[in-house]
Antibody, heavy 122, light 106 residues
Framework: EVQLVESGGSVVRPGGSLRLSCAASGFTFDDYGMTWVRQAPGKGLEWVSGINWNGVRTGYADSVKGRFTISRDNAKKSLYLQMNSLRAEDTALYYC???????????????WGQGTLVTVSS | IQMTQSPSSLSVSVGDRVTITCQASQDISNYLIWYQQKPGKAPKLLIYDASNLETGVPSRFSGSGSGTDFTFTISSLQPEDIATYYCQHYDNFSYTFGQGTKLEIK
């Protein structure tokens, strides 16, 4: 059974940093690209970042480019999102997702974690 | 590329035929996905490549379209279909979601 478990969400002050993690199990992790999607309270879904199977290719939404960094450790079957210079508008539930194939943004996300909440507030 | 989804909300009754549209700001071929999201839950992929039904998804759900104009249809709404539905474009570099359509019981 595919499982994705996010962690690392918390309350952080504007300008602060946070690192989210996503632990994967139940599939061959390095066969798949991975993605982060967020959802602000009461709002829609926003794609944040994606990474291909070996970590060589990454992609970012314009809203986080230059502030967030996605990475992965295939040996640890883990995905990460380093978030710097956080803003109030980054407050959201952050979901980790498994892509349909080895690439970024390739034909949809079929497996999701339960999300981890990031709150940016002074 | 911008994805414009409409309507943003829809008041529906059980048994209704429900139609949601998604328009791309430029030709995206058939690189479109439809998701269902229930409150407090992660999204669920229903339709991929604009018109292909995901395995295990009931046949009352369907999708159509190509280029810039896409349609998602529920042929006969069931109580468990009350949710928010999103379209999503993919291009092997990034994803873009539509704004979502929230279904509410009339």
């Amino acid at each position: 059974e595919v499982q994705l478990v996010e962690s690392g969400g918390s309350v952080v002050r504007p300008g602060g940093s946070l690192r989210l993690s996503c632990a994967a199990s139940g599939f061959t992790f390095d066969d798949y690209g991975m993605t982060w999607v967020r959802q602000a309270p009461g709002k829609g879904l926003e794609w944040v970042s994606g990474i291909n199977w070996n970590g060589v290719r990454t992609g970012y939404a314009d809203s986080v480019k230059g502030r967030f960094t996605i990475s992965r450790d295939n040996a640890k079957k883990s995905l990460y999102l380093q978030m710097n210079s956080l803003r109030a508008e980054d407050t959201a539930l952050y979901y980790c997702g498994r892509e349909s194939g080895p690439a970024i943004a390739a034909a949809g996300t079929r497996y999701w974690g339960q999300g981890t909440l990031v709150t940016v507030s002074s | 590329i911008q994805m414009t989804q409409s309507p943003s909300s829809l008041s529906v009754s059980v048994g209704d035929r429900v139609t949601i549209t998604c328009q791309a700001s430029q030709d995206i071929s058939n690189y479109l996905i439809w998701y269902q999201q229930k409150p407090g839950k992660a999204p669920k992929l229903l339709i991929y490549d604009a018109s292909n039904l995901e395995t295990g998804v009931p046949s009352r759900f369907s999708g159509s379209g190509s280029g810039t104009d896409f349609t998602f249809t529920i042929s006969s709404l069931q109580p468990e279909d009350i949710a928010t539905y999103y379209c999503q474009h993919y291009d092997n570099f990034s994803y873009t979601f539509g704004q979502g359509t929230k279904l509410e019981i009339k």
